[in-house]
């Protein structure tokens, strides 16, 4: 596979992001998304398609943040959104999604090499557990079946090719989005079909810990730190009100309990426009949480909520390595913005049709 457009302008265009970096780049905090890194190797046979990078790649990228941005850790980050502290030239915090054992392990040699103190968003009620997330049970059932084609359940079904890893990813693609949609309920019941039709038994529980135990995540504070994503990861904007509180506020009161640190951060599972609601953030709100995290991919301003910052972040699923990243933090209005995926979408076919050969790898 070639490299897209923006990829490319990303790399020519780097030595002046590099020099632009600290002067040019809006003040404002900017915080980065990540879920998993590692090759798909190192992430067995979870959702490969999940993770952002590699770890060389990561590595690549936090030494340009170093080197060209002023990483902030999260505390540091709440107290530049409530003015308590000035900002430095180009504020930025790592965060990482979901608390992945084997992550943690990954990113502890990088961060600590380059000084930066990544928060991660621990689901407690997966903490210390061997429970695997629902999308890892898909994405294992279709590495890890011998068969090599199966009846998709999806409406309507479909007839879907296994013979190659590549027709493997795209059939996690294809079921990814649509068991998300699901209620929990109807999300079980078709990972159950989907683990009888491709011959393997219940995938619910792993052999080791998925995600980070307490004892571990206490260690860990030494070079990182821990917010809220719920207890059960479900899509907030589907709960009932009594639900909602409750996913936001133990969560949180189980974090402070267990690792005797505040717990003053929370990232919306999903983290889109349609997967939380304003009463979420209210309630985070009245629970003493102090900021919640989207992940709509914009650097839009901060929103008040009573004392609760509503904050976006940036996603980096599409950022490839080092000059991606400081190209999507230092000119923001060209590589942030929804337009610029619609643009690129259009130019790409033509631009590729006028250098059919000009493709290198990627
Ligand atoms: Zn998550």
Known sequence: M?????????????????????????????????????TPAELGPAASVLAECTTETFAEQMRWLREHADPVDVATAVAILDRRQPPPRRPVLVTFDD????????????????????????????????????WDRVAMCIKLTARSSFRAPLEPEQLLPLGSPAEREAATELLLPHVEHLAPGAQEEL??????????????????????????????????????????????????PEALRREIAESKAEIEREL????????????????????????ADEVGLRV??????????????????????????????APGLAAKLTWPKVFVPKWTQILRARLEPALRALRPSAEGAA
């Open 2 to 38: 070639g490299l897209g457009l923006q990829p490319r302008l990303a790399r020519a265009i780097f030595p002046l992001s590099c020099a632009a970096a600290r002067t040019l780049a809006p003040r404002q905090l900017a915080v980065l998304t990540y879920h998993r890194i590692g």
């Open 292 to 321: 919640v995290f989207s992940l709509e991919d914009s650097l839009r301003t901060p929103r008040a909520s009573g004392r609760c910052w509503q904050v976006d972040r940036l996603t980096l699923n599409e950022v490839q390595d």
């Open 191 to 240: 990972i159950a079909v989907l683990e009888e039709r491709l011959g393997l038994g219940c995938t619910a529980l792993a052999d080791e810990p998925v995600v980070v135990g307490w004892e571990e995540a206490r260690a860990a504070l030494a070079w990182c730190d821990f917010g809220a994503h719920t207890i059960t990861h479900p899509r907030l904007s589907t709960l009932a």
């Open 260 to 283: 005797g640190a505040p717990c003053e951060t929370f990232a919306v599972p999903y983290g889109g426009a349609i997967d939380y609601t304003e009463e979420a953030v209210r309630v």
């Open 99 to 134: 608390g992945y054992r084997d992550d943690l392990a990954r990113m502890r040699p990088v961060c600590e090499r380059f000084g930066i103190r990544p928060v991660i968003y621990l689901p407690t009620g997966f903490v210390g557990t061997r429970r695997r997330f629902w």
